[in-house]
């Protein structure tokens, strides 16, 4: 883990969240979208503060939380925070410093002070979208090395609720029938339903074993697994964000469209689940 772009390096922004003197903030979200924690960091107008009233912006650091911090290509999560003074709409969520995660948004109903218990509830149904498109994105980049070859690097990706992108190195345009190709295969999978199994191992040990790690990412000692298999394994990835239980929940993949990002790499842009659904209903002649 590391500081996000999102502060741009500004070392001012992180020496704030520096004096607050937290620990690390407890990840629940793979297995729960809602939880009771405890408020214990809280920043508005840039400073450290003990409150934070109505329409006014804050930063809320947790000591557990189901919120997912941006990472991996995967957007923040949104919802809400309830105290027993007030709510806030969280719009974001970004990891600030290492495993410290800050909640980001508004404070829509009276006050939200330190050391008050607040049940966070995360916005379901774009957790839910995102989940599917990062499953998505791993049948992607599974699908591409087998129509393209082994050669085919992710080199990065954005996984947000309403549809995904996949940069990855490739020496030339990707004709259509290739586009076609992967697009099927990618459905093929999802229609098999096979299962997105998680796991976690030392990283060592997780390359070892044939998972793919990619752009530059820094690993801790220990890392998440994702595998889709069904009898075999198509895809097995290292990598920390949310996925389906099983393929059959992405609903459909279409590619919108493929391009050229600069010398050797290119850009893939598709939606699936309920984005692929709106667009084929957009579509059709009624």
């Known amino acids: 883990a590391r500081s996000t772009a999102r502060f741009g390096g500004d070392r ?34 840039g400073d450290t503060v003990g409150e934070v009233g109505e329409d006014k912006e804050a930063e809320v650091v947790l000591v557990e939380t189901p919120f997912y911090a941006e990472g991996g290509g995967q957007v923040g999560d949104s919802g809400e925070l309830v105290g027993p003074n007030g709510k806030i709409e969280v719009t974001d969520t970004q990891m600030v410093m290492p495993d410290v995660i800050a ?78 190709d992967v697009q099927l295969l990618v459905n093929e999978k999802v229609r098999q339903n096979a299962s997105v199994l998680k796991d976690e191992d030392s990283y060592p040990s997780a390359i070892q074993r044939g998972a793919l790690a990619f752009f530059g990412d820094k690993y801790g000692d220990t890392v998440r697994l994702i595998e889709i298999a069904n009898g075999a394994t198509f895809s097995f990835e290292v990598c920390r964000g949310t996925h389906v239980q099983r393929t059959g929940e992405v609903g459909a993949v279409y590619i919108l469209g493929e391009s050229s990002i600069g010398a050797g790499m290119r850009r893939i842009e598709a939606v699936s689940g309920r984005a692929a659904e709106r667009m084929v209903w957009e579509g059709m002649e009624r």
Do not use: C
């Open 103 to 180: 909640h980001i948004g508004r404070v829509v109903q009276g006050t939200i002070a330190m050391g008050d218990m607040v049940d966070a509830f995360v916005d379901a149904v774009k957790r839910e979208d995102a989940a599917r498109n990062h499953t998505a994105t791993h049948l992607l980049h599974a699908a591409l090395r087998q129509v393209l070859g082994a050669h085919v690097r992710q080199a990065g990706s954005l996984v947000a609720p309403d549809r995904l992108r996949f940069d990855f190195s490739h020496v030339q345009a990707v004709t259509d029938e290739e586009l076609w």
């Open 12 to 45: 001012a922004k992180i020496r704030v969240y520096e004096s607050l003197g937290v620990g690390a903030t407890r990840f629940m979200g793979y297995k729960t979208l809602t939880a009771k924690s405890v408020v214990v960091g809280l920043i508005s107008d």
